[in-house]
């Protein structure tokens, strides 16, 4: 998400082939909303170098030399699952492992640059959600508080579920975020935290988050088969899958 419009989106380009970095970086730099900020040749620079600038954007290649982009963008949504990943390659019989991991887009090549130009526009569209109407809008409910506890590095914490905003995975930890600016850090994994929650309206929203959809404000599309949401409290966003999106509309009785 860019905190302004005019706010350059970064790209990593992933590929073992110089020539299709070449004009995978030319074809990026004639947008000037975009910025090429690393290439890698293989996964494992990649990922040092995703660390190093965190882009928004990968394009990234499948057969590399030391191993599958689709486990690189694994490795890469761990870091950060909101990274939009594009895979740019010669294979179409990867295309379902592709969607696995929630990529943007899969672009066969050979393929047009218009095909790459499109898909910018619409990554740029979706990174600049302000400027777009969101398909839904809620309303904030109350709940009656319950306490989650959790150990942090100082301490033991005691949470009130109602405050809760969103959890999500941050590199290898989990983070709670709750009203009043509220951040607690811990190694308890979402899954070991979403058994001792309230699952009337603390749900599973996506493999790296947790949201509380009675802090949700705004829904927007966020790709193919995932979704943004926005709350009150936070500037902080998380992802919502189809089927999430589905037990959303369920709870608020939206067709």
Not at 163 to 178: A, G, P
């Amino acid at each position: 998400m860019l905190n302004q419009t005019n706010d350059k989106i970064t790209v990593l380009i992933l590929d073992d082939d110089a020539g299709m970095r070449l004009l995978l970086r030319k074809i990026v730099e004639q947008d000037d909303r975009f910025e090429c900020v690393a290439e890698a040749s293989c996964a494992e620079a990649a990922i040092e170098q995703f660390r190093v600038y965190h882009p928004h954007l990968v394009f990234s290649d499948i057969d590399l030399p030391d191993g599958n982009g689709v486990d690189s963008a694994r490795k890469i949504h761990e870091i950060d699952p909101m990274t939009k990943i594009v895979f740019v390659t010669a294979y179409e019989q990867y295309m379902a492992d592709a969607f696995s991991v929630y990529a943007f887009d899969y672009i066969v090549k050979p393929f047009d640059i218009d095909r790459v130009k499109a898909t910018l526009n619409a990554i740029y569209d979706i990174l600049n959600v302000t400027h777009i109407k969101p398909i839904l809008t809620v309303s904030d409910k109350n709940i009656a508080p319950d306490k989650l506890v959790v150990k942090t590095k100082e301490s033991y914490s005691f949470i009130n579920m109602e405050d809760i905003i969103l959890i999500q995975r941050e590199d290898r930890s989990t983070v709670i975020y709750t009203i009043n600016n509220g951040r607690y850090v811990t190694k308890d994994t979402l899954s070991d935290i979403m058994g001792r929650l309230d699952k009337s309206y603390l749900i599973r929203s996506h493999k790296s988050y947790i949201i509380n959809v009675n802090k949700i404000t705004d829904i927007y599309v966020y790709g193919r088969w995932t979704y943004l949401a926005r709350f009150s409290g936070t500037t902080v966003d998380a992802l919502i899958t189809s089927e999430s999106f589905e037990i959303i509309k369920q709870k608020y009785n939206i067709n």
